[in-house]
């Protein structure tokens, strides 16, 4: 089952409902027996976890029973068996009466927001406080998958549930009939690409305008059957067609284009005249049938653009769920507006926020096809109907002239997007012209529908060389190329604009977005925006959400990783902010403020650039200079050649012209520390450590392997010192060589897992650059690196690569406060217990040929208690060590909270800090300074 903190993209949602339905479609048993299995795995779907959250089974009695759920002022679930899904409106009074019986004012308690009646085949979910009579959705279990927005209230982040969201079939089979049409024109070359373009685009909103009447007649279907017939005269037939809709002329419209009207908007200032083939215009009579009034323009748009834009392919799966649009949109722009409103006391206030509300500018600099736009249009339009409801509201209570009308309205036109791709551009355009007239029937009389209103606030442009807008806030979802491909993928010249114009270097690509988005929003501005997850990792968080951060933002509500659709399955992070807060920014503790920070889903006191929570709401962890020089990155060979098998290093071993063993060492991997029952090395390497070419070739044979192998490839390498000194490892790492002089073991661990994983290593063992080395050979530093307090803080200062754990000692190690014991005895504690579970451990592994990958997952499972318990003893000294109760010893937010105050206490030099022995004689390495 999932847990609290577990957020899931809309597609992972999905997923699991497709699974869910599955299990329970075939169920025919009674309420009681199943109801709470099936709510407990329906929350599960959701990324909930329903005891967690608060709800809470058969706990509230009405007079008219015991409620089967109830989740606060949340919701309240009334089920009923497989048998009732016929006749399930005869049990809504029930339902409702529960609802109406779950506020109690004298506790300050209000109804619940949600009523959900099910009886495991059929749902009905109602709003009641809103919409008394109607429920919001009615749908049948098969359906959830196609429905599951309707009960986001489901999840653990507050989300409210998306009503509006309009048939998932239909728009998919729409796009996918238009992406025939566009790929049939395209294979045999009918036109020039921005002609097809033009076209299929022009065609598809002339198809929606007949659905809602805009065009009546049904032009299009007589057109298009008349070329069917007079083949040779189809362009000029559907080519005139087009142009009458560019054309404010009156007298122009008879015959069969008597119900067209004046279009305008720039859709049609180029009619696109194509021949078509009769399957082609076969197609396009079959989509002039569909439900367009029923297509999702989110959808539809991101298919469209899958096909129109410059990577044309076949039609793509691939879109972002309104449910991920949300977390942007919700957080930047729904929530700071709708705690104004909450606010607003008075008409006169009212009706000044009113006004601001329809002056408020949206921009998305990487717009794609609009679908951003699109959903924070319908946002604002909803918050304009609200803020008119509490309007009239209070002018009937003052006795104000209750307002017609004649008040103003969220305008189209107030949105700004910008692409680098034309064709996306005008997909953008297409969506908001559709969804301005979708949404009309839940809002009052905006702008007309026709003329089309100009949307030229939407160019195509590189963002990040355009001048941008004035706006309000901006929102969206930046290209994702990694910054290893940013080269092949934009070339020189764009990289070297990149470099002169932000001064970071060559990062992600979506990072430069971030930089660019915080330096044009003025103070107590807000914006939104999806990033891969370099943005919170050390190699790009400098220039992205540090930069953010450093320069007067303040992050309001994140996600620090989730999974986003689409082949590659890329882990996104996603960041709202606010630029120097003022008194109407919304935050904690200043007027209007909509609650606290919220970090994947759960409140938290404040978030920092890494997106982690922070204990007092400011700063991030700093180097501690003591640290230097004990934890290492190992080294890299550069050159497969330096690499040897088992047999080859034998034989080079046996030799008797030299002792090999001093350059032929055990090479360890991270998979070997992971997997290997006794963390051994499985390969071995050449490694010539430091030494001059001279005193290397006292190794002939190791040395001719070499040679062979590896001169020949560093010889073509860019980096001078590669190619003079190609006998030695192209990072030797120096430092740590020195370190490690005179131990017999240092400590590894893996540099990338889903488990920190500490174990010893001889030192003949040569670690590879996937291990990170620390210069210990005692006991207790096991202990304390192996420690809850270690690994917390390990994943909360360190990068993170998918889900598992890239340790970066400069990152982890140089910021780790270690403890000072205030006795022998909370040392050797300490030794003790990290020496018996390394013998416990390596007890099972070997006995069972198991890695510690496999036997910690077993922990997890609750095998080898006695082993849990080791580690809990070892975490309890450690706390000890630190003066902290032994409640907080695996309490991983609390020792990360914990140990961030110290570090801060420490930089400041407000605590001594001397947490190693000094270390006489040559070849020491002295800390540069004392902090």
């Known amino acids: 089952m999932a847990t609290p903190s577990t957020v899931l993209s809309g597609p992972e949602i999905q997923a699991r409902i497709v699974r869910f339905v599955k299990r329970w479609s075939g169920y025919s048993g009674t309420e009681r027996s199943e109801a709470q299995t099936f709510l407990n795995e329906l929350f599960a779907a959701y990324g909930s976890d329903r005891r967690a959250a608060g709800a809470v089974f058969e706990d509230s009695k009405t007079s008219q029973g015991i409620m089967d759920l109830r989740w606060g002022d949340r919701l309240i679930v009334e089920m009923k068996a497989p048998g009732e899904t016929a006749q ?24 619940a927001q949600y009523v959900v009646l099910c009886s495991f085949h059929r749902f009905e979910i109602w709003e009641p406080g809103r919409y008394p009579t109607q429920p919001r959705a009615d749908f049948p279990l098969s359906e959830l998958a196609d429905h599951y927005e309707k009960l986001l209230f489901l999840t653990n982040a507050g989300d409210e549930a998306l009503f509006h969201i309009a048939d998932r079939r239909i728009t998919t089979d729409a796009a996918q009939i238009i992406g025939r049409v566009n790929h049939s024109l395209m294979t045999r070359d009918a036109a020039p690409p921005e002609v097809v373009q033009n076209f299929l685009l022009q065609m598809v909103w002339l198809f929606f305008a007949e659905r809602f009447n805009m065009i009546s007649g049904h032009p299009s279907w007589h057109i298009l059957r008349e070329a069917k017939q007079r083949r040779a005269f189809a362009p000029a037939l559907i080519g005139g067609l087009l142009w009458s809709l560019n054309q404010d002329d009156p007298h122009l419209r008879h015959g069969v284009l008597k119900g067209t009207a004046y279009v305008n908007g720039g859709l049609f200032s180029r009619p696109a005249v194509v021949e078509l083939t009769e399957t082609e215009i076969d197609l396009l009579l079959e989509a002039g049938e569909y439900e367009w009034d029923k297509v999702n323009p989110t959808i539809f748009g991101s298919l469209v653009e899958s096909f129109l834009g410059e990577k044309r392919g076949a039609l793509g799966a691939h879109y972002t769920h309104e449910a991920d649009i949300m977390k942007i949109v919700r957080p930047t722009i729904v929530q700071p507006w709708q705690a104004r409103i909450d606010a607003a006391e008075t008409f006169q206030e009212c009706h000044r926020l009113l006004q601001e509300l329809c002056d408020f500018k949206v921009l998305d600099p990487a717009c794609g096809s609009g679908n951003f736009l699109y959903v924070a249009y319908r946002e604002l339009r909803g918050l304009e109907k609200r803020l008119k409801e509490r309007l009239r509201a209070l002018a009937k209570e003052s006795g104000f002239p209750i307002p017609g009308d004649a008040l103003p309205f969220y305008p189209l036109g107030n949105l700004y997007g910008i692409d680098v791709v034309q064709a996306a551009v005008q997909v953008a355009q297409l969506t908001l012209w559709m969804g301005h007239r979708q949404v009309a029937a839940d809002f009052e009389a905006a702008e007309r529908f026709l003329p089309l209103t100009n949307l030229e606030a939407l160019r195509s442009q590189d963002a990040l060389k355009a001048d941008w807008p004035e706006v309000d ?4 979802n930046p290209p994702f190329v990694g910054s290893q ?8 010249e764009y990289l070297d604009f990149l470099k002169d114009t932000f001064g970071v270097g060559i990062k992600d690509f979506c990072v430069y977005w971030f930089r660019k988005t915080h330096d044009h929003l003025k103070p107590g501005q807000r914006a939104g925006l999806i990033g891969t997850n370099s943005i919170r990792q050390p190699s790009a968080r400098a220039a992205s959400l540090g930069y953010v951060v450093d320069h007067g933002g303040v992050i309001t509500d994140a996600i620090s990783s989730q999974v986003w659709p689409g082949e590659a399955k890329v882990h ?3 960041a709202n902010w606010v630029k120097e807060p003022g008194e109407a920014s919304g935050l904690p503790g200043e007027p209007g403020a909509p609650g606290e920070f919220v970090l994947d889903g759960e409140l938290v006191s404040g978030i920092s650039s890494r997106l982690q929570a922070m204990s007092d709401g400011s700063g991030d962890a700093v180097s501690l200079s003591v640290n230097r020089d004990h934890a290492f990155q190992g080294p890299i060979p550069i050159g497969a050649g330096f690499i040897l098998d088992e047999e080859e290093a034998q034989r080079l071993l046996a030799r008797g012209d030299a002792d090999y063993r001093d350059v032929v060492r055990p090479y360890l991997v991270g998979d070997d520390i992971a997997d290997d029952p006794g963390q051994r090395a499985r390969r071995w390497v050449i490694d010539f450590g430091l030494r001059a070419l001279e005193e290397a070739n006292a190794y002939p ?57 500490f174990i010893w290593t001889d030192a003949w063992t040569c670690p590879s650059n996937l291990v990170n080395v620390f210069a210990f050979d005692d006991d207790y530093s096991m202990g304390i690196l192996s420690s ?5 803080w390990s994943w909360a200062q360190s990068g993170t690569l998918k889900a598992d754990l890239r340790y970066s000692p400069s990152n982890a190690f140089m910021t780790f406060p270690w403890p000072d014991p205030v006795t022998e005895e909370q040392r050797e504690r300490i030794a003790e217990a990290s020496r018996e579970i390394i013998a416990r451990r390596q007890q099972i592994c070997e006995t069972e040929q198991i890695g510690l990958t496999a036997l910690y997952n077993q922990v997890d499972e609750g095998a080898y208690a006695d082993l849990k318990k080791l580690h809990l003893e070892l975490d309890k000294a450690v706390a000890a060590a630190y003066g902290w109760s032994a409640s907080v010893a695996q309490d991983h937010d609390e020792l990360v909270a914990r140990l961030l105050k ?17 270390k006489t004689g040559e070849g020491a390495l002295q800390p540069m300074f004392d902090v």
């Open 473 to 476: 806030c901006v929102i969206g």
């Open 485 to 492: 491909h940013l080269r092949s993928a934009q070339g020189d």
């Open 902 to 918: 110290l570090n801060q206490e420490i930089a400041e030099g407000k605590r001594s800090y001397s947490p190693f022995p000094e």
């Open 572 to 574: 996104v992070s996603i």
């Open 88 to 111: 399930l409106e005869k049990h809504r009074k029930q339902a409702l009466d529960y609802w109406r019986e779950s506020s109690d004012p004298g506790s300050d308690s209000p109804a």
């Open 788 to 792: 809850a307090a270690h690994v917390a």
């Open 701 to 757: 044979a190791a040395m001719e392997i070499v040679r062979e192998r590896v001169k020949p490839i560093r010889e073509t390498n860019n980096r001078k010192i590669y190619k003079e000194r190609w006998w030695l490892f192209g990072e030797p790492r120096r430092a740590m060589r020195l370190a490690l002089e005179g131990k017999e073991r240092y400590i590894s661990c893996q540099g990338q897992g889903k488990r920190a994983l």
